[in-house]
């Protein structure tokens, strides 16, 4: 399959089967995942895979939109570690290294067979005192990732696109 097919067959699933992740096609898109590019290279990105009960859990409270996976990615970045634009105070690269690296796992995730959700539906605040996670940690997504349940379709919106001409601009 080519990028560009990828990207049209490649959609968020809202409604999970209950089959279980197998171990080595996470571990695969997890290290595609670890091969993002990061701003200078800094690779502040951490990503936490909730699995076990406790963990899920914890995620179905802070979120609705679980889905019913058996495996949920919370990404974050560390603010100490992440690039901090010079002509800007206080604004780092952390969410753009963590959407490049979310990104990869979308794609790897689909070549292994898998489905994902990207989720901005949660408390970041809440999520890092839930899961206890260092002082300097950002948390920007859960991304839930398994099988998608028998006969999932995407939504009905999925495929409404603007035309280029709406969202490309040539200055």
Not at 43 to 67: F, G, H, W
Not at 115 to 132: D, G, I, L, P, Y
């Amino acid at each position: 399959m080519t990028f560009e097919e990828m990207t049209a067959a490649r959609f968020s699933v809202k409604k999970f089967s209950d089959k279980a992740v197998e171990a080595d096609k996470l571990q695969k898109v997890l290290e595609v995942a670890g091969k993002a590019p990061t701003a200078r290279n800094a690779q502040c990105i951490r990503i936490y895979v909730l699995k076990s009960e406790d963990a899920m859990n914890k995620a179905k409270e802070l979120t609705p939109c679980v889905y019913g996976a058996p495996v949920c990615l919370m990404l974050s970045y560390d603010i100490k570690e992440a690039y901090p634009y010079p002509e800007e105070d206080g604004i780092n690269s952390g969410a753009e290294d963590c959407a490049i690296v979310a990104t990869h796992i979308m794609y790897e995730a689909l070549e292994q067979g898998l489905s994902t959700c990207w989720v901005n539906r949660v408390s970041v605040s809440k999520a890092k005192e839930v899961f206890n996670l260092p002082e300097d940690e950002h948390v920007v997504l859960f991304m839930p990732i398994g099988y998608a349940a028998e006969g999932f379709e995407p939504l009905p919106n999925h495929t409404q696109k603007k035309p280029l001409s709406e969202i490309v601009r040539e200055l």
